[in-house]
């Protein structure tokens, strides 16, 4: 496992009158190599998660490990850490401090003091990456860009660091449909291009359904389901008393039990939901006699 969350509490503004609890025991395990969606309504705890998966922010109690390791215990070097596991906020603009695109993506390699030459080679391939020509972009002012691109830049500059694994938080918000599916396709070439582990939060299943290995689903700090986004959907009536947004395929599928109650919703689909209502509407053979319109109506 890349990380495992064990029991972890969390509160927010502790020891005053505003404290919230934002993680109530809270346990899962990130796969390495694989894409994760942390699923839930607002004020779930993704957030929150994320920025505690970084060791951003301390436990109260329980613990979070890399690869078996506490990142709070030494000999862990928590600022290592976040060299090898990039985060992407959800408003862009909080991770873009420079003024030109070349510049903010080579923040990370100079950090790293890598040599001119390996650091350009960075820049370009990340920019490349997420669909930024460098030679036309690099010089480009942040401020002139569009919200997409500025998403794209702030992702170009985890890349260039080189990391093993990427968290997203809320990555399509925002986002038109066109930009959301572009945005998903990019995180699905990045894991099979660049095999990285990646975390993403949603507050909806519609995006994720058809990109994560393996859906958590969030509830008040705590993990209430957890699974293959198949067996995840197979619990619809859940999710909807949760908030959460469901795929379309999976909406259709819940309206129509009231058709059929025994009709499965966990399909990703339509075919899926074609063959699951085939075994629910009458068959016609070839040899039968077909009703012609006007018979069927009367
Ligand atoms: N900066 C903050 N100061 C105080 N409390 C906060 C802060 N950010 C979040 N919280 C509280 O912590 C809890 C968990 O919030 P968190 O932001 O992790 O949830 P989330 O699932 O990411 O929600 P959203 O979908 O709205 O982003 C909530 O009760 C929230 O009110
Ligand atoms: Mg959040």
Same mark, same amino acid.
């Given at each position: 496992?890349?990380?495992?969350?064990?029991?972890? *509490?969390?509160?927010?503004?502790?020891?005053?009158?505003?404290?919230?609890?934002?993680?109530?025991?809270?346990?899962?395990?990130?796969?390495?190599?694989?894409?994760?969606?942390?699923?839930?309504?607002?004020?779930?705890?993704?957030?929150? !998660?994320?920025?505690?998966?970084?060791?951003?922010?301390?436990?109260?109690?329980?613990?979070? !490990?890399?690869?078996?390791?506490?990142?709070? #215990?030494?000999? *862990?070097?928590?600022?290592?850490?976040?060299?090898?596991?990039?985060?992407? *906020?959800?408003?862009?603009?909080?991770?873009?401090?420079?003024?030109?695109?070349?510049?903010?993506?080579?923040?990370?390699?100079?950090?790293?003091?890598?040599?001119?030459?390996?650091?350009?080679?960075?820049?370009? %391939?990340?920019?490349?990456?997420?669909? !930024?020509?460098?030679? %036309?972009?690099?010089?480009?002012?942040?401020?002139?860009?569009?919200?997409?691109?500025?998403?794209?830049?702030?992702?170009?500059?985890?890349?260039?660091? %080189?990391?093993?694994?990427?968290?997203?938080?809320?990555?399509?918000?925002?986002?038109?449909?066109?930009?959301?599916?572009?945005?998903?396709?990019?995180?699905?070439? !990045?894991?099979?291009?660049?095999?990285?582990?990646?975390?993403?939060?949603?507050?909806?299943?519609?995006?994720?359904?058809?990109?994560?290995? #393996?859906?958590?689903?969030?509830?008040?700090?705590?993990?209430?389901?957890?699974?293959?986004?198949?067996?995840?959907?197979?619990?619809?009536?859940?999710?909807?008393?949760?908030?959460?947004?469901?795929?379309?395929?999976?909406?259709?599928?819940?309206?129509?039990?009231?058709?059929?109650?025994?009709?499965?919703?966990?399909?990703?689909?339509?075919?899926?939901?074609?063959?699951?209502?085939?075994?629910?509407?009458?068959?016609?053979?070839? #040899?039968?006699?077909?009703?012609?319109?006007?018979?069927?109506? #009367?």
């Amino acid at each position: 496992m890349l990380f495992e969350v064990k029991d972890v *509490f969390y509160t927010r503004m502790r020891g005053t009158p505003f404290a919230v609890e934002a993680l109530r025991g809270c346990s899962l395990a990130i796969p390495e190599g694989e894409i994760t969606a942390i699923v839930g309504p607002t004020q779930a705890g993704k957030s929150t !998660l994320l920025l505690m998966l970084l060791g951003l922010l301390r436990p109260s109690r329980g613990t979070v !490990l890399f690869r078996g390791q506490d990142i709070h #215990q030494a000999p *862990f070097d928590v600022e290592r850490l976040r060299l090898r596991v990039g985060i992407v *906020f959800q408003s862009p603009e909080a991770q873009l401090f420079e003024e030109t695109v070349g510049k903010d993506v080579s923040f990370g390699p100079r950090r790293k003091k890598l040599p001119a030459a390996q650091s350009r080679r960075l820049v370009q %391939e990340a920019l490349e990456a997420v669909g !930024l020509p460098y030679e %036309e972009f690099r010089t480009r002012y942040i401020s002139s860009l569009s919200g997409g691109q500025k998403r794209r830049v702030a992702i170009a500059g985890v890349l260039a660091l %080189e990391p093993e694994a990427i968290l997203f938080d809320e990555p399509t918000a925002g986002l038109d449909p066109q930009g959301r599916q572009e945005l998903l396709a990019l995180i699905r070439r !990045l894991k099979a291009e660049r095999r990285l582990t990646i975390v993403l939060t949603s507050s909806s299943l519609a995006d994720v359904a058809a990109l994560a290995d #393996q859906v958590i689903v969030l509830h008040e700090g705590r993990v209430v389901l957890n699974g293959s986004p198949r067996e995840v959907l197979a619990r619809a009536e859940e999710l909807l008393a949760l908030d959460i947004t469901l795929p379309e395929i999976t909406r259709i599928a819940l309206g129509l039990r009231s058709l059929w109650p025994a009709l499965r919703c966990d399909v990703l689909t339509l075919a899926e939901l074609e063959e699951e209502l085939a075994r629910f509407l009458p068959r016609t053979t070839s #040899q039968e006699p077909q009703p012609s319109f006007p018979d069927a109506c #009367q």
